[in-house]
């Protein structure tokens, strides 16, 4: 691995052990509507950004709430578990300071809302070692496609070939591999289908 100067983290089942409280969020919401969902339903909305979540829901489920509505109430629940549940994986509190203590520029790029980010970096105390944190939202892009990785790049004036990407999921790891970075991948259950694939294309594995 050649000299690296930008460090990229994925938070949810990269950074913290969340995948277990997001599996049900959108499901539990249009229970409590009396809305069945598919059984494919979590997969369907696994790579989704959660503004593409809720227009998902809105139009697949003919909801009338707004965007911002459906937002809310799926996430209301789940933001206590950041500020006060929700663990770090074991182990990436060092991962994430050693990048730091190289003189790397550290920063988070996250499918979550940006309000559960800050709560749960700063109660588990990672937020001082970030030097940004972006969201899928508000960039304007997700994970499915390497563009995400590649813009974030171009921002900080680096190749991809410097910069080392840490997730779990399949399909952004797959995403920062075809951008040209390096990739760690860190194993949670949620992709344990996945894993040899997940082995055999990134460049190194945190299990």
């Known amino acids: 691995m050649g000299k690296k100067k930008l460090a990229i983290f994925d938070m949810d089942g990269t950074l913290l052990d969340s995948m277990p409280y997001w599996e049900n ?15 494919n339903f979590d997969k369907l909305i696994g790579s989704m950004t959660l503004n593409e979540s809720a227009i998902y829901m809105k139009e697949q489920f003919g909801l009338t709430e707004s965007i911002e509505e459906i937002l809310e109430g799926s996430l209301r629940n789940i933001m206590l578990s950041y500020q006060f549940e929700i663990p770090a994986k074991r182990g990436m509190k060092q991962v994430v300071k050693k990048e730091k203590d190289a003189g790397h520029t550290v920063i988070v790029l ?20 970030f030097d940004h944190i972006y969201t899928s ?21 680096v190749s ?8 779990d999921a399949f399909f952004a790891i797959k995403s920062a591999k075809e951008a040209g970075c390096y990739v760690t991948a860190v194993y949670d259950r949620t992709m344990e289908d ?5 082995v055999r294309i990134s460049d190194e594995q945190i299990r």
């Open 194 to 198: 996945h894993w040899q694939e997940i």
């Open 160 to 167: 991809p070939e410097e910069t080392h990407v840490y997730e």
């Open 110 to 129: 996250t499918s979550s809302e940006k309000s559960c980010v800050y709560a749960a970096l700063k109660r588990t105390g990672m937020f001082p070692y």
């Open 25 to 39: 969020v959108g499901r539990s919401y249009l229970a409590g509507k009396g809305i069945e969902v598919p059984d």
């Open 137 to 157: 939202d508000e960039v304007g892009m997700g994970k499915t496609k390497p563009d995400i990785y590649q813009l974030m790049c171009q921002k900080f004036g």
